[in-house]
Each structure stands twice: as C-alpha cells, then as structure tokens.
C-alpha cells in the first residue's frame, strides 16, 4: 500500500482560545469524492457535552469542512454523551448507530476508575435523508445489558438486507455485570422498527473476557466475520485479537479463534473474494506501539495473514493514564478504520492524543 496523503478531520486551530476534542471518527463515501465524517466531539475526553458531529469532503478526504452538531440536543432533560457512526443504503439514506450515556452527575467521569464500571447507557439508532445535513431524533433500542450496553460499531448492511452491528456489555458503575459477558449480533430485519440481539457472536469459556470494540464484515461468499479486543477482566490477562465467522447468515457463529495479532481496538474492511483488511490499534506488550494493517485471506474459516504494514505510528510515546478504568488506560490512539473508495483507494481514519488535544485523522492509501 502506497499512502498518497494525511488530513485532519478535526484538530483544534486555536486551544489557547477554547477547548475542543474530536476522537471515535467513522467515515461514508456518498459519491466519488464526497466522504461524510462522524466524530465525538466535547471539550475532553469523557467531558459532559462530547456529542456527534458530522464534517464533510468534497476531494476524497484531503480537506474537511467546519463540523456540525448530528443531533438537537435542546429537548434533553438529562444530559446526555452521545457517539454514532454511519452506513449508507443503496437509496442514498444514512443510517446512524451509536450509544449515549446519562451524566446526571457532570461530576462524574463515564468510567469508575475503582471498579471498572460505567455510567448507564442507551443503545440508539437516527437516520438522515439529506447525506448527514440533519438527523431524525434518536430512536433507542433494547439490548440483553438493559443500560449497559457498548454499541461501538457501524452498522453493516448484510446481503439479505437486514441491518446488524456486534454488540457487547459494560459493567454497572458498581462494577457488576447485568447479563453474560460476551458479543451478540444486534439486527434489524425490518429497516429499524423492531431489534433483536439473541444470536451472541463472540463467547469465550468462564464468562470474564471481554468482546469490547467489536467489529464486523460480510465477504463476498456470505460469511460475516467478527474481531475483538479481548482480555480477561478477573486476572487482568492480554490476549491477540479473535474473531469469529457464520456461514450461515449470522444465525450462529464458531467459536472465537485466535488472530495472532496483540492488538486493543480493531476493524475489519471487506477486500475481494475471501480476503479483508484487518486494522489494529497495538499500544501495549510491543515495541513499537502504532496502527498495523494486515491483508488476510480467511480462505476456509482460516486466518492467513498475506501482507503487514505499519499504517501510522505516534510521534511520542503512548503514556498510561491513571485517571481512568485500567482496562481503558493506554487510549493515547485508537479506534482505528478504513473504508473501500469507490475508485478502489483506502481511506484509513483514526484518534490521537497529543499534548493534551484529541484529534481526528484521515489517511489515504493506493490499493
């Protein structure tokens, strides 16, 4: 892969004057050339107004527009911290996953740092008819964790056209869990007005592994293959990424299945045939901490990985922060994606965090 440029989605141009950070970035090609950007933006990392904001290409991701707020956030009774991501259908509609947490208390952080726990939450879903201009209002969804639920992940329209995003737990603020720790498939078979996440996607034995930044995509032969971040919760145990894969529609999935990769938050981008791209932020148990990017051939069920490249690397060592749930401390980079262009290009988005300011980045690459 040759990388032809770098942009900034969002980088604050003046921080002396205000502050505003930008992280969680996910983009959509609208047409050849016009790429819609949403992104979490406050005034830090987990302040009380972070909320969804849309900025715009118009020359293939070099340049961005001044970002807008995606939701009207006046008629909210409780503040609420909300971060979405979109996927377009084939008529041109956007379609908006994401997840907000109540912040009765804005003295509180989203995460405890005591107990691993966070703040209650709710799984929604918006949709917009003029390419992310303006949003319906949210509509939320029920899932197995009731408030307590992360739904990080876009939605992936499967060939059958039904709607479907991996979907995970979070503890209680307590720290408790309100149902299995595990992935399940939340899917809509009726474009949005009923949900169900009974089929769960990813499962590991003993029930302390975590499924968190889960993601998805169905190769051309149908199969739909999962990837995870997963660590074990009660001993505090690394693992490599897994992943997992239905053949049969996502109406079950194998079980998890090791990628070799020592990587935290991950993405998978559909190539051709039975290949992807797999997409890892690695900022622990390496040397050289960074974004990798690996072609795989999953030929069979099997992870064979046929190319590796170092997609971005920090320019400043990755520093653990003590002020949030370990299992979330080293987030100085992350959530890492790419999507196919239309002209076959890949274009790479991410977050970092440098000398305090969160900012969001393209990159774009020749495939």
Known sequence: MKEIFTSFIYDNPIPRLYARNSAF?????????????????????????GTTCCSESFDGGRTWSKPWRAFDKSRETIPLTDG??????????????????????????IG????????DDEVF????????????????????WGPHAEASAPLTLLQDGSWATPITGFPTWEGKMTSRLCGRLLRSSDQ???????????????????????????????????IGWNEDTRTGERFNNHYTISTDGGRSFSVPMDTGIRGQASSLCKLDGTRLLSIHACRRDTD????????????????KIEEEHLLWAPKTPVIQDKGMAEIFSFLAFGQPSAIRLSDGD????FWYCEQGRYKTVARRFQW
Request: proline share 6%; charged share 25%; hydrophobic share 35%.
């Open 84 to 109: 979405s991501k979109p996927m377009r259908l084939p008529d041109g509609r956007l379609v908006a996953m994401g997840y907000q947490y109540e912040r009765r208390d804005p003295e509180l952080p």
């Open 192 to 226: 949005g007005r009923t949900w169900s996440d009974d089929v769960v996607c990813m499962a590991f034995p003993g029930d302390t592994v975590t499924c968190y930044e889960q993601r998805m995509c169905q190769l051309d032969d149908g199969t739909i293959v999962v």
């Open 125 to 144: 879903w918006a949709f917009s008819d003029d390419e992310g201009h303006t949003w319906s209002e949210r509509f939320p969804i029920d899932t197995a």
């Open 112 to 119: 405890n740092e005591v107990t691993g726990g966070l703040l």
């Open 25 to 49: 970035p996910y983009l959509c090609e609208l047409s050849e050339g016009h790429i819609l950007a949403m992104h979490q933006m406050g005034q830090a990392f987990e302040s009380v107004d």
């Open 288 to 303: 050289r901490p960074g974004i990798y990017g690996y072609v795989v051939d999953l030929k069979g069920g099997t992870w």
């Open 346 to 349: 890949l274009l790479l988005c």
